[in-house]
């Protein structure tokens, strides 16, 4: 099984300001890696695929990087709504399908 | 507009039964791989079971084999999760995905609570 390991578990960030998201896998799902929003009471949402395709109707200043095992969620300049949960998740090698624990991106 | 619309959840007692419901619409659901999701209380993301396409590869994480089962029906453009042998820890929302490699489309979640 591939773990998942996302950090911070809490960032505290100030609006306008940059926030980056570390998720690092436990060996190389290459590309394979999305990462997902989700606030308070819904489901979580597709950012993120193949590492760094913003998927449909995502803001520009969501951006992903990374292969292999390092993967870098930054968002640029952060606007009220983007204060949330955010998971990463690796598709390469399944069952099982497995996500990070998350990180809270909360108002500094 | 892809729409995915849980339904069967509720409170059942530890050992009881529950089975869930996805409706789908808003695109041929017969050509995507779809799968369970679920997220207990203030905790993260849990992958539960997928289904291909003709439902030919099925597979289901360790905590739940041998007591759920995941089925669909393509006509009906549904997706179920039959649970057996419930447990409290099987607690949680439990989300339908549509799966395109990354899980691109969800439902809003049908909260399943195992208590006595």
């Known amino acids: 099984e591939i773990v998942m390991t996302q950090s911070p578990t809490t960032l505290s960030v100030s609006p306008g300001e940059r926030a980056t998201l570390s998720c690092r896998a436990s060996?190389?799902?290459?590309?394979?890696l999305a990462w997902y929003q989700q606030k308070p009471g819904q489901a979580p949402r597709l950012l993120i695929s193949?590492?760094?395709t913003r998927a449909t109707g995502i803001p520009a200043r969501f951006n992903g990087s990374g292969s292999g095992t390092e993967f870098t969620l930054t968002i640029s300049s952060l606007q009220s709504e983007d204060f949330a949960l955010y998971y990463c998740?690796?598709?390469?090698?399944?069952?099982?399908?497995?996500f990070g624990g998350g990180t809270k991106v909360e108002i500094k | 507009e892809v729409q995915l619309v849980e339904s069967g959840g509720g409170l059942v007692k530890p050992g009881g039964s529950l089975r869930l419901s996805c409706a789908a619409s808003?695109?041929?659901?017969?050509?995507?791989?779809m799968n369970w999701v679920r997220q207990a209380p203030g905790k993260g993301l849990e992958w539960v079971s997928s289904?291909?396409?003709?439902?030919?590869?099925?597979y289901y994480a360790d905590s739940v084999k041998g007591r759920f089962t995941i089925s669909r029906d393509n006509a009906k453009n549904s997706l179920y999760l039959q649970m057996n042998s419930l447990r409290a820890e099987d607690t949680a929302v439990y989300y339908c995905?549509?799966?395109?490699?990354?899980?691109?489309?969800w439902g809003q979640g049908t909260l399943v609570t195992v208590s006595s």
């Open positions: 995905a549509r799966e395109a490699g990354p899980f691109d489309s």
């Open positions: 808003g695109f041929t659901f017969s050509r995507y791989n």
């Open positions: 289904i291909s396409l003709s439902s030919s590869y099925i």
């Open positions: 060996q190389s799902v290459s590309t394979n």
């Open positions: 193949g590492a760094s």
């Open positions: 998740q690796q598709y390469n090698n399944w069952p099982p399908l497995t």
